[in-house]
């Protein structure tokens, strides 16, 4: 599965585990979330990050169950 993020302004599909990473920085605004990873900043809508919250959820329930 994979996910609309804009990086530089230029909408990017990535996949699950490109959010696995620790954020070092995270701000909400009205509908958009910023996200920042060290050297690299993403936005990602608000509907499109509570999707990929869920997905990393049943990952790592996936991934205990195993």
């Known amino acids: 599965?994979?996910?609309?993020?804009?990086?530089?302004?230029?909408?990017?599909?990535?996949?699950?585990?490109?959010?696995?990473?620790?954020?070092?920085?995270?701000?909400?605004?009205?509908?958009?979330?910023f996200i920042n990873y060290g050297e690299l900043t993403f936005s990602i809508h608000d509907n499109t990050w509570k999707r990929v919250q869920i997905d990393l959820r049943d990952s790592k329930i996936d991934s205990i169950l195993e």
């Open 1 to 33: 599965m994979s996910y609309i993020v804009d990086l530089c302004g230029t909408l990017t599909q990535v996949p699950l585990s490109f959010f696995k990473f620790k954020e070092v920085r995270h701000d909400h605004i009205g509908d958009t979330h």
